[in-house]
């Protein structure tokens, strides 16, 4: 039974808007994050959290926001979808911080 | 801050041979070392970690060794089989004060075995 599951699996969106991911764990980790993977830039982190109702950034967070409202559910928001947005995107989770657990993906195509 | 550098990042050798990706990174105070295989389409799995304290890892059909002096992490698959074929990434846990968690990934590595 899969322990970090992501919706939707697939989208595809139009420029300038609004696209929500959202992912859930059943882990009962408390760190979650959120990652773009793109062809020949491997894995960046977007957003993480270590607690509910709190984010913090990470390497590439520009056009993005997260939330955080349980300690199962990460949500990553992109306000004005941009073409350089299409990626794939990853949700993971952790209890010590360090070793995380991924979901399947989501493949977002901006158009 | 960490940089990770994954070689190389194309790799096709025939069945039953061995095949050697490495890692080199940059902090001496990095502890904690993992490496992730990929399958075509799908998620990033967890093959192996390894601490600070351990130099080598084995796994079924593959070994993992960290060489700290020289900042290097490999991962050695034995006797490849095709089912091997699969993008693999290391990543590196910087030491960072407060644990945010973090890890630093390499670009990866594609691995095509052929029969």
């Known amino acids: 039974e899969a322990a970090v599951t992501q919706s939707p699996r697939s989208k595809v969106a139009v420029t300038g808007g609004k696209v929500t991911l959202s992912c859930h764990q059943t882990?009962?980790?408390?760190?979650m994050y959120w990652y773009r993977q793109d062809t020949g830039h491997g894995l960046r982190l977007i957003h993480y959290?270590?607690?509910?109702?709190?984010?913090e950034k990470g390497d590439i967070p520009d056009g993005y926001k997260a939330s955080r409202p349980s300690q199962e559910n990460f949500s990553l928001i992109l306000e004005l979808a941009s073409l350089s947005q299409t990626a794939v995107y990853f949700c993971?989770?952790?209890?010590?911080?360090?070793?995380?657990?991924f979901g399947p993906g989501t493949r977002l195509t901006v158009l | 801050g960490e940089q990770v550098e994954q070689r190389p990042p194309h790799l096709s050798v025939r069945e039953g041979d061995s095949a050697v990706i490495t890692c080199t990174y940059t902090?001496?105070?990095?502890?904690?070392f993992f490496w992730y295989k990929q399958e075509p389409g799908a998620s990033l799995q967890l093959l192996m970690k390894?601490?600070?304290?351990?130099e080598i890892n084995e796994g079924q059909g593959f070994t993992v060794l960290l060489n700290k002096k020289d900042k290097r992490l490999s991962l050695n698959l034995t006797a490849a089989h095709p089912g091997d074929s699969a993008a693999y990434f290391c990543?590196?846990?910087?030491?960072?004060?407060?644990?945010?968690?973090?890890?630093?990934f390499g670009l990866g590595t594609t691995l095509q075995v052929q029969p």
């Open positions: 990543a590196v846990s910087p030491f960072i004060t407060g644990n945010t968690g973090k890890l630093i």
């Open positions: 993971a989770s952790s209890e010590t911080g360090y070793e995380q657990y």
């Open positions: 882990n009962n980790h408390d760190y």
């Open positions: 959290s270590y607690v509910a109702d709190s984010t």
């Open positions: 902090d001496p105070n990095s502890y904690y």
């Open positions: 390894v601490f600070s304290s351990t």
